[in-house]
């Protein structure tokens, strides 16, 4: 069963090797495990609904704290202490369009907000309800998960938007087909939410990010339905994907989505090259990136997130090993790490990582073969997994990610990680900080740097904490000209930076938009665009 406090099945745990353990006590201080609230505890605090009963809401208290929180750390810091803050106040499931036209139709007549859920991963606080803007209902799209429609031909799929990942490469691979996005979130995030956050897949240097494989589909808006029909392309005016692409719940309920799919890959290669040092690293990387090779993946590690990635690894006989023969070939103590990735046909997968790791040599690189990257693949959807174990232990962790042309690529990294380092001295706190770059165009790339530090002796403390790190890592993006979000999107967290981004005019562009879908502002509120805070 999905946890209701953590991250992902409860019959999966992710142990933190011992000299893991060490390491980080080490570098942060030796930490307390906390105590948490047991799920009784947190269903008790569920408050009465201000909903009169209806057939199509579900109004029990384990539907409604399951649906009263996302996976930010301040959404576990609520659910791991029991204080949750705003409760849905009830929960639909709906089975088709026509339901959930039916339930927007009522939302506006009851002005009841509604919350548009897929998988609830969002670390943004995209689905949290707002406190003060009265009822409101966590609409759980899980219900609308077939594919509906497969044009071979075309190779275009229809789904309901409430399809996970999972589910959705399922029904795909029925067919001999893919759609190749693999957000890290993969096993619970659903189309519908990939949409309306823009969210990339690891293996988007391939198959594109979702705004590219979105080709179509349906919106039951407050207002009507949008339907977007799918062409290959078209010159008939702006695309008006790009109104739902991003919407964050806001503009309505995506129900049905058109994605572009791929024939499944006959062959799929991860390698692994090691670099003296972040400079060598990157000029790789960069090299690579622009000369447009048939590859699906490329995530350079900075020398710091290498190190914890070796230190986290288990296999410690085999990995000094490794890291010894790494250090005879010129690459010892601030090493970089980049994966490279190529799927496709045997010879572009061939093709792909020949000119890649050419590429790579040229700057020093030493692969490391295939071990590192069939290693990194078997954990890459279990990675989210250490941090039960790492909260279970006393140390909360946490992600900002961001993207950049490449010559504000060292700027931007410079500036969140010491915001981050320096966070917490005010508290006599240290914080590891660590970056890699994962998603590589040829003009930038996005910046991933994760987080760690201990938890406070109280949630509020550990809250505040967190907030103060969020808060000076946001100001530093936006200060450095970093976007305020690569994949994970706005919601409420990234909204106060949004402004800076978009300007004055192109806030109450946006603005306009949601009103003209919504004039009764039942969709969302408080996400994406603040209500009331003008920029
Ligand atoms: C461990 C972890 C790893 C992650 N890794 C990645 C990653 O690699 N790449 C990445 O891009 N993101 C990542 N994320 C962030 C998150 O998974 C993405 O934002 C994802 O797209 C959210 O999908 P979801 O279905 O869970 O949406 P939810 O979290 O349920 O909702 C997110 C937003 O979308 C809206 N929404 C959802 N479904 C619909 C719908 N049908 N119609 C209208 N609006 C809808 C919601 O109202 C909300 O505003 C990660 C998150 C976690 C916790």
Not at 171 to 197: C, D, K, M, N
Not at 234 to 258: F, H, K, N
Not at 388 to 414: F, I, M, Q, R, S
Not at 419 to 427: K, N, T
């Amino acid at each position: 069963m999905r946890r209701w406090n953590g991250w992902g099945d409860d019959s999966h745990t992710y142990a933190v090797p011992q000299r893991a353990q060490t390491a980080f006590a080490e570098w942060v201080g030796a930490p307390v495990p906390p105590s948490d609230a047991p799920l009784e505890q947190a269903l008790k605090a569920v408050p009465p609904s201000r909903l009169p009963s209806a057939s199509f809401l579900s109004f029990t208290p384990e539907d409604r704290l399951r649906h009263a929180r996302g996976q930010s750390l301040g959404d576990w810091v609520a659910l791991r202490s029991g204080v949750v803050g705003p409760f849905p106040d009830a929960v639909a499931f709906p089975e088709s369009s026509d339901d959930v036209r039916a339930l927007l139709d009522w939302a506006k007549r009851t002005q009841t907000r509604l919350i548009p859920w897929g998988g609830g991963t969002s670390v943004a606080g995209h689905v949290n309800p707002e406190r003060d803007v009265g009822p409101s209902v966590t609409v759980d799209m899980s219900r609308m998960s077939k594919l509906l429609k497969l044009d071979e031909t075309s190779r275009l799929a229809t789904f309901g938007a409430g399809v996970s990942g999972p589910d959705l490469e399922a029904q795909l691979r029925a067919h001999g087909l893919i759609l190749g996005h693999f957000p890290q979130s993969f096993e619970y995030s659903t189309l519908g939410g990939w949409i309306a956050t823009r969210s990339s897949g690891q293996q988007s240097a391939l198959y594109g990010r979702i705004e590219k494989l979105f080709a179509g589909g349906r919106v039951e808006t407050p207002e009507g339905t949008l339907q977007l029909p799918c062409f290959p392309a078209s010159a008939a005016g702006p695309d008006l994907r790009e109104m739902v692409l991003g919407s964050e719940g806001r503009l309505g309920v995506i129900t049905e989505a058109t994605v572009r799919v791929s024939l499944a890959p006959a062959r799929e290669e991860f390698v692994g090259v090691f670099f003296p040092g972040w400079e060598e690293g990157l000029a790789a990387s960069r090299a690579i990136a622009q000369a447009r090779l048939p590859l699906s993946m490329l995530r350079l590690s900075a020398p710091e997130e290498a190190r914890t990635m070796l230190t986290l690894a288990g296999h410690e006989r085999l990995l000094r090993a490794l890291e010894a023969w790494i250090r005879f070939r010129g690459a010892g103590e601030g090493k970089a790490l980049l994966l490279i990735g190529s799927t496709g046909t045997e010879a572009t997968v061939s093709f792909g990582l020949d000119q890649a790791l050419t590429l790579a040599k040229k700057h020093a690189g030493i692969s490391a073969g295939r071990t590192f990257g069939a290693q990194w693949t078997k954990n890459r959807f279990r990675a989210p997994y250490l941090r039960n174990t790492l909260w279970d232990l006393g140390y909360a962790v946490d992600t900002v990610e961001t993207a950049a042309p490449w010559a504000a690529v060292p700027k931007v990294l410079n500036s969140v990680e010491s915001a981050l380092r320096q966070g917490l001295s005010r508290w006599n706190e240290k914080t590891h900080v660590y970056t890699h770059l994962s998603h590589l165009y040829a003009d930038g790339s996005s910046i991933y740097t994760t987080y760690l530090f201990r938890l406070g002796s109280t949630p509020e403390e550990t809250l505040e904490r967190w907030r103060y790190l969020k808060a000076k890592a946001s100001e530093a993006i936006v200060a450095a000209k970093g976007t305020i979000s690569h994949q994970h999107g706005v919601g409420v967290d990234h909204a106060p930076y949004l402004p800076a981004e978009k300007g004055a005019l192109g806030i109450s562009a946006l603005r306009g938009v949601l009103k003209h879908f919504d004039p009764s502002g039942v969709m969302n509120p408080g996400k994406l665009v603040r209500d009331g805070v003008m920029p």
